[in-house]
């Protein structure tokens, strides 16, 4: 039924709908896996909210300075005990997870701080907030210094460049794979054996082509950092990665982690906001960027969004899982077509984000035509590549989302240039994601960009 109503109904050639169908019959133990880790997030949310008794006497509105806002509390106790973080702070206030890690950011380090980035240069939009993209404003006018040693070949941590780069600077030895013994970094005293104030994980691949990394692998780099350097903050980007697991990163050892709510945790219907988690003093530190030094986080309105927060976090896990089995699919169709995808459709995911290596800005601009086309929202509308703030790059988005900008509503953007990746996420329900697969691959049909 399903595939029938995509060709009468929705005008998709019938070869598209029935390779779709094809592809997607040998998934069904991936999907039944997927289903599985978000039976699992979803009573750890139901526990968190029922121990931190949550009443319809949150819902309450509130305004001005926000002061006794009970909704405000129980949201980011709850966060806390999602997430096993001693503190939170979740806020309609924080307009995007940028934000969110800028307040981390600036919140944490002061003039003189060295910042390193382990997994090579960030997102596109932290480029301006460090400074790597020279920005009014940025860490680098306040004097923090940045740093970054990239990954290895394989897409892996350079452990050795990080050791080097954490106790004596960056390395410029070329790498030639040498082991690293953790024991022999370990730190004989408790005094602060580092240059490095902060180190800043991504864990997702943002517009990189790597691996996203996972949970476990983000513990195994944590401890390497910790037996050199105790003292340094950890913060993990956690965009795009929340639920989709058992675990978060502050179970892996992270002093910080950030993200934002019109991604995974506002399960689409969080209307904005950012949340950061992890020890109070970090949190309160971002705080105090937030608002002002002195008020932190004793002040700051819900605006009445409180119900909606608490909503979206407690659907958020049947919707993450919703969009990593949009991810299979569509990395398997086109897997099966002959193009690169990441990741692969039999391997673990630790985001809902799938990377399509086209190789062509028509093919590019034909899937991001085929994923407006599947919108709920503006799906007349052709999505054509413009300067965005933030990026380096002209960018073409696409996504007719009931929350402006939301990427855990089905989605794709890229940056228009080489080797034309572009980045498909979301999907609020299984059978939209599904759908989003489908739009896109019958847009580069019918432009003769693809043959089945």
């Known amino acids: 039924m399903y595939y029938d109503y995509l060709v009468n109904q929705l005008d998709i050639s019938p070869v598209v709908a029935e390779y779709v169908k094809s592809a997607e019959a040998g998934l069904l133990q991936s999907f039944a896996q997927v289903a599985q880790i978000a039976a699992y997030n979803q009573l750890k949310v139901l526990h968190a909210m029922q121990s931190n008794r949550l009443s319809d006497a949150h819902f309450a509105d509130s305004t001005g300075y926000g002061y006794g806002d009970v909704g405000r509390q129980a949201l980011e106790d709850i966060y806390s005990s999602i997430f096993k973080a001693e503190a939170a702070l979740v806020r309609p206030q924080l307009i995007s997870g940028t934000h969110a890690l800028a307040a981390a950011l600036f919140g944490n380090l002061r003039p ?17 907030v460090i400074g790597i993209r020279p920005t009014s404003g940025s860490l680098a006018e306040y004097g923090v210094e940045y740093r970054q040693v990239e990954l290895t070949p394989e897409g892996g941590f350079d452990y050795e460049k990080i050791k080097n780069t954490l106790t004596t600077g960056p390395s410029t030895t070329k790498n030639e794979n040498k082991s690293v013994n953790i024991s022999e970094c370990q730190s004989s005293n408790n005094e602060k ?3 490095i104030e902060m180190v800043a994980i991504q864990r997702s691949k943002g517009y990189a082509w790597r691996t996203s990394f996972s949970v476990e692998e983000i513990r195994k780099l944590i401890t390497f950092i910790r037996t050199i350097s105790p003292h340094t903050i950890i913060l993990v980007d956690n965009c795009y990665g929340e639920f989709v697991e058992e675990a978060e990163p502050i179970e892996a050892g992270a002093d910080i982690v950030a993200g934002s709510l019109i991604k995974n945790p506002g399960g689409g219907i969080a209307p904005g906001g950012g949340y950061i988690v992890g020890k109070a003093k970090y949190v309160e530190a971002a705080a105090e960027r937030l608002t002002a030094p002195g008020l932190g986080s004793a002040v700051g309105p819900t605006f009445g969004m409180a119900r909606q927060l608490l909503q979206g976090v407690f659907l958020a896990p049947q919707t993450v899982g919703a ?3 949009g991810a299979i699919l569509t990395a398997a169709v086109f897997e099966g077509l002959g193009y690169e995808v990441n990741p692969l459709p039999g391997e673990a995911r630790s985001d809902i984000v799938q990377a399509i290596k086209l190789g062509d800005p028509k093919k590019v601009l034909a899937y991001c035509k085929g994923i407006q086309r599947a919108a709920p929202v503006d799906s007349y509308v052709v999505p054509e590549v413009a300067p965005m703030p933030g990026y380096g ?13 939301s ?8 940056p228009l240039r080489p080797p034309y990746i ?24 019918k432009a003769g960009l693809v043959k089945l």
């Open 112 to 128: 003189g701080d060295v910042l390193l980035s382990p997994v090579g240069k960030p997102y596109d939009t932290l480029e301006s």
């Open 193 to 195: 054996n580092s240059a």
């Open 323 to 325: 969009c990593v089995m």
């Open 393 to 405: 790059d002209g960018v073409v988005m696409a996504g007719g989302t009931f929350i402006q900008g």
């Open 407 to 414: 990427s855990i509503e089905l989605s794709a953007d890229a």
């Open 422 to 445: 572009v980045y498909h996420q979301g999907g609020l329900t299984q059978a939209h994601a599904k759908a989003g697969v489908v739009f896109a691959l019958d847009e580069l049909y």
